[in-house]
């Protein structure tokens, strides 16, 4: 009998709260899906410094599914403590028919397992089966090979989803039990007919706390981006704070504001619906304020996550293709030392080795016995360094301004030099631009935007400089394009170009380097080759250089790993993104969903009112989309006004600078996310209200 | 005298062929414009039923009814809406206020509804306000009101867009009888200085006393029709006593 009766309660309950339950499965699908990424078949057929990625990836998405469960156990046992307290008179009748609290909880617990069990069965289908489609994704952003296509189920995945969601519902078990035993029966039964006091705030206060918050609000915006200078990591919590009290007291004083402003406008006020809609919405803001304080802040980050994320994607992969012209750099310490005055870190080197770091790099391949027909386009040069010559000197007269704004930057490291006919092969060979020089006359090359600010400002003064007894002045006044290593991004912190007669000596090399392509003509050729330099286990040039020379495990990059790590980071960056924006949006959305559709079904009555003096359907109906309108609508306005002062944040403190125009993208990007998922909580809400207030 | 309402023949039927009940069988009457018509009948009768169909919240299984000479019973959706929004006012029983809003709103809303000026509304709620002596808790919400207080803003809320027909379904059935006498106090004013036409549906034969005509429903056909004529409260009092006596020991509510 219970049994049934809990049967019974879940098909009510499924019928008037649909959207909750699609929640559920939805966050349940989601998941699994981002749990069993690793099991993929588009995984066993990316490169190996791919599959380390996506190895990453999963272990940071697993963290973060913590998180995500969190979120998801809050919003379920939120959720159902709010359904329990509304079924008070349901509980009432059955006591008065002589049922025992132990049996409600048994009733609880059946419909909680049903409930649970439907959700995840129906949720772990939609995910198994959505993790293929998945994979494609995976598949076109990791540029995997797909050929052998097989269905494919995760275990882990499966068992991760079955124990996180287990534990939550297990939690609500216990709530429910744990609420049933502190009911009493005359409670239970009066619970409907106390007549909810309307508490009503004095509207002047209201206009004064909502302006305070406001301020307080600009306040924290302003510290966050016009003063970020002056802002330290460790006091970060107190703009956040400042934003967090502040939206609570906007909402809180929000309706009595708006009531109050446009109460006093009588031709707003007393027209069509406008004063029973912004009544309602004045009346209830009272008991929701606290949980739209928190959806605004999970949109917020929604919004945040999503572009920002979408944005660093797009930042990072940007400069990729010019920034890798050849297929392989290589560098190599020269002039090793275990003397303690001259060491440049603290490994023991052996005398191979340092009888080593005296050759071009060239040289030490071909003595590790490589075939240097693999290379083509071979060009090498070397780095020098001269003992005075160091970023504070160069950097002198702008010193004091540099060292405020970056404490932690590295004063007492040497500038690097290069003799410019050595530059010029490489340049030729990269195919950028090449320079000429007279005698005494130097360039600094740079392409690091702050620092190129920085040297700019220095080079204004025209600052000379002496090498080995010989003083050079600069050619410009400003530094100029210009890389030898190749990376991910324009990344040169500076390189000085001297002329060739320049007497610089052997023992002031720093740096041997080399740059060259693959003797390939196709791609599968070039990756071929890659491995001899790429795979740690396999090639035996690697463990010959590691034993005979410095390089060790390669100091240098290659074009394809470039292009691998950095896809494949930027395809973490957006698959995190994507999982939290979306749990976060559900999580928001399924909340405000719940409680506007169990305030309309609270508010039947009202709407019988209505009806009866005499309104017509049609503006019952729109007097309905007002409310629910606003209510979704005023935390999202106020998370997008958050998210673009926590974006420019983030940016800022990530130090990726992007223009405007570039962020676009990737705020369009978010913007149909939310419109569809936010919009599409919104008009089933809507509906589902409509449906309940008919007759 | 015009007539605002008849109601010809109309009859209203529950239930299917083989259990047909009638709620209303074969009633006609008219109710004159400024009469305050009483409707008596113990719980059951059809009186209730009735009143809906006037107001238009049921629909008739035959017969016509016609307000103002339009027939009503023709009338469908939006025409309704309107119909009623323009031409009924509506007393209930349990007032039917809505308690987000303050007095003053709740009167408000019949006229915003119908889109009249924020200026007029303002006038006439003031104006009405003052009649029902409710000035002084229109800023009030309703709970903060008594009873009495509230069923004369619902009475402010039905009168105030000037209706043709006042339906009061048990008006003082939610009222202590000091706040019921004061309430009904009121509609007399209504109906003798503003011109009110008033239908009243009650089964309390003192609440009945103040109108001018009372019908007595009894299984769905009209039982007796009794009018004050010249006579006083009192003595009409009396004479609805009778008729319940009359009708049978089923009116045991009678003061």
Redesign the interface.
């Known amino acids: 009998m219970l049994y049934k009766l809990s049967i019974k309660n879940i098909q009510k309950s499924i019928k008037d709260y649909t959207i909750y339950f699609l929640t559920l499965i939805f966050g349940v699908a989601v998941f699994y899906m981002f749990n069993s990424l690793d099991s993929q078949q588009a995984m066993m057929e990316v490169s190996k410094n791919t599959r380390d990625i996506i190895k990453l990836m999963v272990e940071t998405l697993g963290y973060i599914s913590v998180g995500v469960a969190v979120v998801l156990g809050f919003l379920i046992v939120y959720a159902n403590n709010f359904l329990i307290k509304r079924r008070k008179k349901e509980f009432g009748l059955y006591m008065t028919l002589g049922m025992g609290k132990s049996q409600i909880s048994k009733i609880l617990l059946f419909e909680t397992i049903w409930i649970g069990l439907f959700s995840l069965i129906v949720g772990l289908l939609i995910g198994v089966f959505c993790s293929q489609l998945m994979s494609v994704l995976v598949v076109k952003l990791f540029k995997a090979d797909m050929s052998k296509y097989e269905f494919v189920f995760s275990g882990a995945a499966l068992s991760k989803t079955i124990v996180c969601f287990g534990v939550m519902y297990g939690a609500v078990m216990f709530f429910n039990t744990f609420t049933i035993s502190r009911y009493k029966l005359i409670d239970l039964l009066t619970a409907v007919r106390k007549n909810e006091k309307i508490k009503m705030k004095n509207p002047i206060a209201c206009v004064f706390i909502f302006l305070a918050s406001a301020v307080l609000l600009g306040w924290a915006y302003y510290m966050v981006t016009g003063n970020f200078e002056n802002i330290k990591l460790n006091n970060l919590w107190i703009p956040i704070l400042m934003g967090i009290v502040a939206t609570f007291f906007i909402f809180w004083s929000l309706s009595g504001f708006i009531l109050k402003v446009v109460q006093s406008r009588k031709g707003i006020y007393l027209k069509g619906n406008n004063m029973f809609v912004l009544r309602q919405i004045h009346n209830k803001i009272n008991t929701t304020v606290f949980s739209i304080t928190i959806i605004c802040l999970l949109l917020f980050m929604t919004i945040s996550l999503l572009s920002s994320g979408l944005s660093i994607n797009r930042y990072l992969t940007k400069d990729l293709e010019e920034m890798t012209p050849v297929d392989i750099n290589l560098i190599k310490q020269a002039n090793l030392s275990n003397d303690k005055n001259k060491k440049q870190s603290n490994s023991q080197w052996t005398k191979e080795q340092m009888k080593d770091s005296h050759r071009e790099i060239s040289q030490t391949l071909k003595n590790c016995n490589m075939d240097m027909n693999i290379l083509r386009d071979v060009v090498e040069l070397k780095y020098y360094t001269v003992e005075g010559l160091t970023w504070e000197r160069t950097l002198d007269s702008v010193f004091d301004s540099i060292s405020e704004q970056y404490p932690y930057l590295r004063y007492e490291t040497l500038e690097q030099i290069v003799k410019v006919s050595d530059y010029n092969r490489i340049a030729k060979l990269y195919g950028i631009k090449e320079y000429e020089l007279k005698d005494e006359e130097y360039i600094v090359l740079c392409d690091f935007d702050s620092m190129v600010e920085f040297r700019n400002m220095a080079l204004q003064e025209a600052p000379e400089i002496t090498i080995n007894g010989k003083t050079y002045k600069s050619k410009y006044d400003k530094c100029q394009e210009g890389y030898i290593n190749m990376g991910t991004s324009h990344m040169n912190t500076g390189i000085y170009l001297v002329p060739d007669s320049c007497e610089l000596k052997d023992s002031q090399i720093q740096y041997y380097f080399l740059a060259a392509n693959y003797n390939g003509d196709t791609q599968e050729e070039k990756k071929e080759i890659e491995k001899i330099f790429a795979d740690e286990e396999e090639s035996k040039l690697l463990k010959e250089l590691k034993k005979k020379s410095s390089i060790g495990e390669l100091d240098g990059i290659t074009k394809i790993a470039t292009i691998e790590s950095s896809v494949g980071i930027t395809n973490i960056i957006t698959f995190i993104a994507i999982y939290l924006g979306f749990i976060f949006l559900i999580a928001s959305a399924a909340i405000l969903a719940l409680k506007e559709l169990t305030e309309t079904s609270d508010n039947k009555q009202r709407y019988g009112i209505l009806r009866k003096i005499g309104m017509d359907d049609s503006m019952i109906h729109q007097s309905l989309f007002k409310q629910i309108g606003i209510f979704f609508l005023v935390p999202l306005c106020l998370a997008i006004l958050h998210s673009v002062f926590g974006i420019q944040f983030a940016l800022k403190l990530l130090s990726v600078h992007i223009k405007t125009k570039d962020l676009l993208p990737s705020i369009l990007a978010t913007a149909g996310f939310l419109v569809i998922i936010y919009g599409g909580y919104f008009l089933a809400t809507f509906i589902q209200s409509k449906n309940m207030i008919k007759d | 005298m015009k007539q605002v309402l008849q109601v010809q023949q109309i009859e209203k039927y529950y239930g299917s062929k083989a259990n047909l009940t009638k709620a209303i069988d074969d009633i006609s009457f008219g109710v004159d414009e400024g009469e305050f018509i009483g409707i008596m009948g113990s719980s059951g009768s059809g009186k209730t039923t009735l009143l809906n169909c006037i107001s238009t919240?049921d629909r008739v299984t035959a017969g016509h009814i016609l307000l103002n000479g339009q027939d009503i019973t023709k009338l469908k959706g939006?025409q309704l809406?309107?119909f009623?929004?323009?031409e009924?006012g509506?007393i209930?029983q349990d007032f039917?206020?809505?308690?987000?809003?303050t007095a003053y709103?709740n009167i408000?809303?019949?006229?915003?509804?119908q889109?009249v000026k924020?200026?007029e509304?303002?006038e006439r709620v003031l104006e009405i306000a003052e009649k029902l002596d409710i000035k002084s808790i229109l800023q009030k919400?309703p709970?903060q009101i008594s009873g009495g207080q509230k069923q004369r803003v619902a009475s402010a809320?039905a009168i105030i867009t000037n209706p043709k027909l006042v339906l009061a379904d048990e008006p003082t059935g939610a009222l202590d009888s000091k706040s019921a006498r004061q309430l009904l106090d009121s509609f007399s004013v209504l109906n003798q200085y503003m011109g009110a036409t008033i239908l009243m549906v009650t089964h309390d034969a003192f609440t009945a006393s103040y109108a001018n005509r009372i019908l007595f429903i009894k299984d769905g056909k009209i039982f007796n029709e009794i009018h004050k004529g010249d006579s006083s409260r009192k003595q009409f009092f009396e004479k609805i006593i009778d008729v319940v006596t009359l009708l049978g020991g089923a009116l045991n509510d009678v003061i």
């Open positions: 919240i939006k809406n309107a009623r929004r323009q009924l509506f209930f039917n206020l809505l308690d987000t809003l709103e408000a809303l019949a006229l915003t509804i889109k924020a200026a509304i303002d919400y709970y809320r």
